[in-house]
């Protein structure tokens, strides 16, 4: 991740503050580094229950492959915080979800890209991407998504 | 805790809504016992900066003896739940902090109780309770504050 | 809990060597107290698995009512802590868990008390404890149980 | 990451069992993709301790710059896991770790590496690595440090 080229937030239609926790913070007194994903698991569950209206999350049939997280600055207790998430491309059986962390200022503290794969629970193996979730993200996201 | 008679909300002056995160629910499909310490700790934090003005969390002065809490109904991911925090009883050395977790129809889900001691980390013992924590306490809560 | 008569560990026949994460250290330097609940919670499960030989987790039919923990002295990262666990006493339709936080000098740390109520999760209430749950403590526990 | 050319257990010289928690383990009943961090972070720590000789958490000058985390298979409570953390490689002013996660038959459950930033707290922007660093680095790896 170039951090000259960051993701700026207005890219994002999905948006939502998160709130920090007391034990989030180390003893270095920041946020601790596993805490960041805390966030986008929660910012990626709530972009899925908008796009595709998850109702049971024991039957999402997608499993993380690869998530890669660049940290640009700290982030402290107190601050206000945002998660922003996006579709960034979509494959033939793997999609990607960009997100970002930014402060009320508009500054970006962290990216996250996550890969994430379709899967046949019972056969065990991957699968083509349904459409009715090709059609959900592109049928939500304003910004564009790269096919892959 | 009879739970005939929970606190109520109203009883509160000091409450937040929470953020419930996709990871604070465990494989029963509700939040784990142990995420509500989690939420009850973030409730603490703010309470002491609105009550006291804390600027350096390593400067607080006061150390939990005892945290005591009862599970009345399960939370689960979704909700809309609030923490309310007040100051129970104080006494010579030690003060109760009782705190509750509740939903938007004013349901209360989980009680909690947790005596911090008032501690001089140079001497490494437990101290009078200053005043200046005395008086914070008393001058915040509007509901009565018992002596023990 | 009076810290005079702490429980000793050689009181607990279940007894299990926790593993600290850098990140249960707070800002403060020392084991946050919303994470104690995490190593009480894994050993239970242990304690369940040895005692009850639970396979699948989604069908134990028990619930936390309250949970009571005292912290007798801070944990650091790096030092050797083991879990006992233990049945207190067992009830009509609940039963208590006694849990320590011990150091490898025999020093208690923390003590936990875990009342778990008996559940139909069907009917959506208590029910009378299975003979078989009380027989797998009698057999299981050296110590004494007391009756309520 | 290509997941037919994973790193090896054998080729990491430092290695440590991990412990699983019980609330590690999310709605979907295996560990939640976000508790592979706290693993990791463990993992990173112990390594730090044994090669560099850390005492104070509060003086190491390298910062986080970028995790990136493969997911092979997933991981279950009650499995034995072990993370193997090495130096991949030393640049100028940072340097990669390279983890993962495997089971008692050697099979790598997921890849993670972290690129830190060697980092001046007072003047707060990064700076040329330690040479104590980079020594203690080749002196402990058995395997071979790439150069960056």
């Not at 960041?36 to 990626?44: A, E, I, Q, R, V």
């Not at 595709?52 to 940290?71: F, L, M, P, Q, S």
Request: proline share 3%; net charge negative; glycine share 4%.
């Amino acid at each position: 991740m170039d951090t000259n080229k960051l993701p700026r937030p207005d890219e994002f239609r999905h948006t939502m503050e998160v709130q920090l926790r007391f034990n989030d913070i180390d003893i270095l007194g920041h946020m601790n580094n596993t805490r960041y994903f805390s966030l986008y698991d929660t910012g990626k569950a709530r972009y899925f229950e908008t796009v595709h209206g998850v109702e049971d999350w024991r039957k999402v049939e997608a499993v993380i492959a690869n998530i890669n997280c660049t940290y640009v600055a700290p982030i402290f207790f107190g601050e206000k915080i945002s998660v922003g998430t996006r579709c960034l491309w979509l494959g033939e059986k793997s999609f990607c979800l960009q997100q970002i962390l930014f402060d009320d200022k508009g500054q970006v503290r962290s990216v996250c890209e996550t890969v994430m794969v379709s899967f046949d629970p019972a056969a065990k193996h991957s699968v083509v991407l349904p459409d009715h979730w090709r059609d959900a993200f592109t049928s939500y996201e304003t910004s564009e998504i790269k096919r892959r």
